[in-house]
């Protein structure tokens, strides 16, 4: 899929990295597959907001939950 969309292995890494460092400080991560995509792109932007994020961290970490949907599993994220 990634490369179909033409994303760079590189945005997703970062991507992973922004959602581990950023998305548990006021909550616990809540893992990719836990919300559907429609549901991850209406509320990112506000996560993002309280987060602190750039516009280019936002857009890899929705690359990252995109990618990662329905691939990862709750228990499997921290792998
Ligand atoms: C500054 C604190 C803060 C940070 C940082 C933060 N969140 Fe949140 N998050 C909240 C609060 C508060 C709520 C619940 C109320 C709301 O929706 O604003 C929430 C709710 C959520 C929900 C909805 C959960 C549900 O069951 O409806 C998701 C998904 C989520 N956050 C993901 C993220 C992601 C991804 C990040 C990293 C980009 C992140 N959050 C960073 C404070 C934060």
Redesign the pocket.
């Known amino acids: 899929m990634a490369l179909e969309l033409g994303v760079e292995h590189g945005q997703l890494v970062r991507g992973r990295e922004?959602?581990m460092a950023?998305?548990n400080?006021?909550?616990d991560r809540?893992p990719p597959g836990e919300?559907d995509p429609e549901s991850w792109r209406g509320?990112?932007p506000?996560?993002?907001v309280?987060?602190e994020?750039t516009t280019t961290e936002e857009e890899e970490?929705l690359l990252y939950l995109m990618a990662a949907h329905g691939t990862v599993h709750g228990a499997d994220l921290e792998h």
């Open positions: 922004v959602y950023h998305c400080e006021c909550h809540i919300m509320i990112l506000h996560m993002a309280n987060a994020l970490v």
